[in-house]
């Protein structure tokens, strides 16, 4: 029995919408890469994009357990002497409200050019609207 790889080209991709209010930020984040891995379908190849298009809502309702939200730290590092900043979940969640979902995701993804390629396919929105009716994203319970 022959082993078959669909190829990219192949491949039909889907529109997936997620709500992320009141969700945990792990579970959302895993959900989505899945999708855009592809991991759900059952032509799934690990080194080609058969992954589906993900669109995550209310990004700024997420929540995380427990003290997270004060001992959850993120660092940003510019390259300088000094140049290491590091706040809290709560701090990043104020300022950008869709960068803790977005980290989480791409460091769920493969860090090669894949991984990159498929991190194109996910949009995040803080608020409860989105431009991507035209597609008639499916909704995906987490």
Known sequence: MKTIFEKENDVKHEWYVIDASGKTLGRVAAKAASVLRGKHKPTYTPNAFCGDYVVIINADKIQVTGNKGEDLKYR???????????????????????????????????????????????????????????????????
């Open 76 to 142: 940003h590092y510019t390259g300088y002497v000094r140049g290491l900043t590091t706040y809290s979940f709560d701090e990043l969640l104020d300022r950008k409200p869709t960068a803790p979902l977005e980290r989480t995701i791409a460091g769920m993804l493969p860090h090669n050019r894949l991984g990159r390629k498929l991190f194109t396919n996910l949009t995040v929105y803080a608020g409860s609207e989105h431009p991507h009716a035209a597609q008639n994203p499916k909704p995906l319970e987490v």
